[in-house]
């Protein structure tokens, strides 16, 4: 099972989110977005998220925010 790991970086504080599925750490991300005000565009971050999935990348970063899939259950 794999697992997502949601990451943002405010200026002095890191905070992270561990989410089973795809649809999960869509919705963190979402969440984020709003609540710290990023500019992201959130197609590319589907995007991102479905590569992941099928394999095709492991992470990605920008914008103070980070994802990445790992190997491991939550």
């Excluded at 971050?45 to 099928?54: Q, S, Y």
Aim: net charge negative.
């Amino acid at each position: 099972m794999k697992h997502y790991r949601i990451g943002i970086e405010a200026s002095h504080h890191r905070f992270e989110y561990l989410c089973s599925t795809i649809s999960e750490a869509y919705g963190a991300i979402e969440d984020a977005v709003s609540t710290f005000g990023l500019k992201v565009d959130m197609n590319k971050i589907m995007e991102k998220l479905v590569d992941m999935d099928r394999g095709i990348t492991s992470s990605s970063y920008g914008q103070g925010l980070w994802i990445s899939i790992e190997d491991g259950e939550v």
